[in-house]
């Protein structure tokens, strides 16, 4: 029978790491068949915030750059952090703005997710921006990025094809994707 009881006992922690944007703390456990284990969780202090922006035409901006943690290249929608107890939406707008130079006249939330529920606690909020507007992009000195303005139909085969492998753009590309074939 399933049951939606926590099945987990801790029965120690202890924080392993911390820095501005994560924290690592490893538990000791008492599995859900009752035997002991260790357990590691990351708690990220940021939700993660992407950003789909669709102009009238149908056309969409990937950001590309170098990800560190795969040590790759990677195309992306705009994406970033929003502090936990603030409102997602101004973060969403501010990593728009500053990764694209785009501000948008209308904002549709389309899917709130985890991103690695089996050792992390990140969310993520994508939203869909429309009627956009270019200004001057303003990347965080830390950004090295590449603009790309595509048809959307095109960075819906990129994804297909497995050439686009973050999830946040994944999973927005294919959202938007059944949004307009349902229209």
């Known amino acids: 029978m399933q049951t939606e009881v926590n099945p987990w006992k801790v029965t ?8 501005p944007w994560i924290n690592i703390t490893e538990f000791q456990v008492l599995n859900p068949s009752g035997n002991p284990g260790i357990y590691g969780r ?8 992407g950003v789909l922006p669709l102009d009238e035409n149908l056309n969409t901006y990937l950001v590309g750059q170098f990800r560190f943690p795969l040590k790759q290249y990677s195309w992306e929608i705009p ?10 939406l101004d973060s969403a707008k ?6 694209t130079g785009l501000k948008a006249g ?6 709130r997710m985890y991103l690695s529920n089996s050792v992390c606690d990140e969310e993520a ?7 956009l507007e270019q200004f001057e992009a303003e990347p965080e000195e830390t950004e090295q990025l590449t603009i790309k303005k595509l048809p ?13 492998t973050d999830a946040i753009t994944v999973a927005a590309v294919l ?3 059944i949004m307009l074939s349902e229209n």
């Open 175 to 177: 959202k938007v994707h």
């Open 125 to 131: 909020i994508i939203y869909l921006a429309q009627n």
């Open 42 to 49: 990351v708690h990220f202090k940021n939700k993660a915030i």
């Open 152 to 164: 959307f139909e095109e960075v819906y085969q990129m994804v297909c094809r497995g050439e686009i």
């Open 12 to 19: 120690s922690e202890e924080n392993i790491y911390d820095n």
């Open 106 to 111: 209308k904002w549709t939330e389309i899917q």
């Open 79 to 88: 994406e970033g952090g929003g502090p936990l107890s603030g409102e997602p």
């Open 94 to 99: 501010r990593e728009l703005l500053e990764e």
